[in-house]
């Protein structure tokens, strides 16, 4: 009631004093208080006259804006690195450049985050016009590959990704038999960490080369959509990645690259060295403490409880790592390996025994929110254990019609096809396996030949 007797023109000067007061003192306020200045200060701006007064807030509303997207706060994030943005000059791109630059590659992120993919690329856009070289263009062509990621374009996320990794001195080899270039890589990696004993690995010198830190953030960025549609291009990845790890030093990315060589060892390695895996499983998880390496460890997670762990201990106990995973990638922006954990999370929930009931409902909670953080491409891969559980229930309208003539699963294998995507050969699985539930055994038998007739590059 009071605040409403002040006059309109002094309400500005009000919050621009407050907004002062605030951050003249943060030192000593709780860790929040900057959102309290940022909020106070961007409500008073029109009074600020001064230009070096006005530079402040643009930073304050920078490190607002971070510190909300740390917190997984995507919208209030927004609002500050827009309120930034707006108070920069004409010019700034030549008088503000470094300012300009962070503030334009944190809000594209956080437009990614979001899922405001139209207006992200237009930052990304705006960031490539601009930047001066190669290594100021990186954040930007980082959320363009994990965004393009997340819209299914994985064939251009992958082109793109390649690219700047060919510009930072890592480009992929061509051969002609990619899958025997593939199993070289993985026996010769493979023996590169036999030859090293844990506590070696552990006490790597920390990776001083720029450029292949930057490498290996684009190679983690890639690893996902590449498992998805071009499997050769992902152990190449992978394998390069501890390749680099081990002479170049390691950085934060190592603890994934540890994670993602055991699930290859556990999945691909012809072998299925299940040994070998659960050895880099437990060296990753020792490597993310150490590294702190906490914004990788929905990745790190995802590869560890759904690829190794399940080959060695009962499923529910992966159950919590990969939910956890979930929330800890949201809290990050990780929004790609945090949905395919919670993905991974719903179909261990149906492989585990658990009431069919509850994992229906778990697989709808959680499809609303892939959804939501427009990963519609974890959902479609998701989409056919919904169907099998509804079949196996005999719900109305499901159980009406065979299970492997669903006309929206036709739709989805033409996708899966299209693309060389798992997702085709989980179709198949799941239909030869209700087949056989039910007796159907000739029809099981024909599902089997027809998912071993999927295109595949590296293993069959």
Same mark, same amino acid.
């Given at each position: 009631?009071?605040?409403?007797?002040?006059?309109?023109?002094?309400?500005?000067?009000?919050?621009?004093?407050?907004?002062?007061?605030?951050?003249?003192?943060?030192?000593?306020?709780?860790?929040?208080?900057?959102?309290?200045?940022?909020?106070?200060?961007?409500?008073?701006?029109?009074?600020?006259?001064?230009?070096?007064?006005?530079?402040?807030?643009?930073?304050?509303?920078?490190?607002?804006?971070?510190?909300?997207?740390?917190?997984?706060?995507?919208?209030?994030?927004?609002?500050?690195?827009?309120?930034?943005?707006?108070?920069?000059?004409?010019?700034?791109?030549?008088?503000?450049?470094?300012?300009?630059?962070?503030?334009?590659?944190?809000?594209?992120?956080?437009?990614?985050?979001?899922?405001?993919?139209?207006?992200?690329?237009?930052?990304?856009?705006?960031?490539?016009?601009?930047?001066?070289?190669?290594?100021?263009?990186?954040?930007?062509?980082?959320?363009?590959?994990?965004?393009?990621?997340?819209?299914?374009?994985?064939?251009?996320?992958?082109?793109?990704?390649?690219?700047?990794?060919?510009?930072?001195?890592?480009?992929?080899?061509?051969?002609?038999?990619?899958?025997?270039?593939?199993?070289?890589?993985?026996?010769?990696?493979?023996?590169?960490?036999?030859?090293?004993?844990?506590?070696?690995?552990?006490?790597?010198?920390?990776?001083?080369?720029?450029?292949?830190?930057?490498?290996?953030?684009?190679?983690?960025?890639?690893?996902?959509?590449?498992?998805?549609?071009?499997?050769?291009?992902?152990?190449?990845?992978?394998?390069?990645?501890?390749?680099?790890?081990?002479?170049?030093?390691?950085?934060?990315?190592?603890?994934?690259?540890?994670?993602?060589?055991?699930?290859?060892?556990?999945?691909?390695?012809?072998?299925?060295?299940?040994?070998?895996?659960?050895?880099?499983? #437990? !060296?990753? &998880?020792? +490597?993310?403490?150490?590294?702190?390496?906490?914004?990788?460890?929905?990745?790190?997670? @995802?590869?560890? =409880?759904?690829?190794?762990?399940?080959?060695?201990?009962?499923?529910?106990?992966?159950?919590?790592?990969?939910?956890?995973?979930?929330?800890?990638?949201?809290?990050?922006?990780?929004?790609?390996?945090?949905?395919?954990?919670?993905?991974?999370?719903?179909?261990?929930?149906?492989?585990?025994?658990?009431?069919?009931?509850?994992?229906?409902?778990?697989?709808?909670?959680?499809?609303?929110?892939?959804?939501?953080?427009?990963?519609?491409?974890?959902?479609?891969?998701?989409?056919?254990?919904?169907?099998?559980?509804?079949?196996?229930?005999?719900?109305?309208?499901?159980?009406?019609?065979?299970?492997?003539?669903?006309?929206?699963?036709?739709?989805?294998?033409?996708?899966?096809? #299209? !693309?060389? &995507?798992? +997702?085709?050969?989980?179709?198949?699985?799941?239909?030869?396996?209700?087949?056989?539930? @039910?007796?159907? =055994?000739?029809?099981?038998?024909?599902?089997?030949?027809?998912?071993?007739?999927?295109?595949?590059?590296?293993?069959?």
């Amino acid at each position: 009631a009071a605040y409403s007797l002040i006059p309109e023109t002094d309400k500005g000067k009000l919050h621009l004093w407050i907004g002062n007061q605030v951050w003249a003192n943060y030192s000593a306020l709780p860790e929040n208080a900057i959102f309290v200045a940022a909020g106070q200060l961007n409500k008073g701006k029109m009074f600020i006259t001064e230009a070096h007064q006005i530079t402040e807030l643009i930073r304050l509303n920078l490190q607002a804006g971070e510190k909300s997207m740390s917190l997984g706060a995507f919208t209030p994030a927004l609002f500050y690195l827009k309120e930034g943005l707006s108070l920069l000059g004409s010019n700034s791109w030549e008088e503000q450049y470094d300012l300009h630059l962070r503030l334009c590659e944190s809000y594209a992120e956080a437009k990614y985050c979001a899922g405001e993919f139209e207006e992200m690329h237009k930052i990304v856009d705006e960031i490539l016009a601009n930047a001066k070289c190669l290594d100021d263009k990186l954040g930007a062509y980082f959320t363009l590959v994990t965004s393009l990621n997340a819209q299914s374009k994985t064939q251009e996320s992958t082109k793109v990704g390649l690219n700047i990794l060919s510009s930072l001195g890592e480009p992929m080899p061509v051969h002609l038999d990619m899958k025997a270039t593939g199993i070289i890589e993985l026996k010769k990696t493979k023996h590169i960490l036999e030859e090293k004993t844990d506590d070696e690995i552990l006490k790597l010198r920390a990776m001083e080369n720029n450029y292949k830190m930057a490498a290996m953030r684009f190679m983690y960025g890639l690893t996902l959509s590449t498992m998805l549609v071009r499997r050769v291009v992902n152990v190449w990845l992978i394998t390069r990645m501890v390749q680099i790890s081990i002479s170049c030093g390691l950085c934060k990315e190592s603890a994934f690259a540890f994670a993602a060589f055991g699930s290859l060892m556990a999945t691909v390695d012809i072998n299925f060295d299940v040994i070998s895996a659960s050895r880099m499983g #437990k !060296l990753s &998880l020792r +490597l993310l403490e150490i590294l702190q390496a906490e914004e990788y460890s929905a990745g790190i997670h @995802f590869a560890v =409880y759904f690829f190794i762990q399940t080959r060695v201990d009962h499923f529910r106990k992966s159950l919590q790592p990969l939910k956890q995973a979930y929330n800890v990638g949201l809290r990050f922006g990780e929004m790609h390996y945090a949905v395919v954990a919670i993905r991974q999370f719903c179909l261990i929930s149906f492989h585990s025994g658990e009431n069919l009931m509850i994992v229906l409902e778990k697989i709808q909670y959680y499809g609303v929110k892939m959804k939501e953080h427009k990963q519609e491409i974890f959902w479609k891969m998701t989409l056919p254990f919904k169907k099998a559980i509804h079949h196996l229930l005999g719900q109305p309208n499901e159980s009406d019609k065979p299970f492997w003539e669903g006309a929206d699963e036709e739709q989805l294998l033409k996708y899966a096809q #299209k !693309l060389n &995507l798992v +997702l085709g050969r989980v179709i198949y699985y799941l239909r030869a396996w209700i087949a056989y539930m @039910f007796n159907d =055994y000739k029809l099981a038998s024909r599902m089997v030949e027809e998912e071993r007739q999927l295109k595949n590059p590296l293993y069959s």
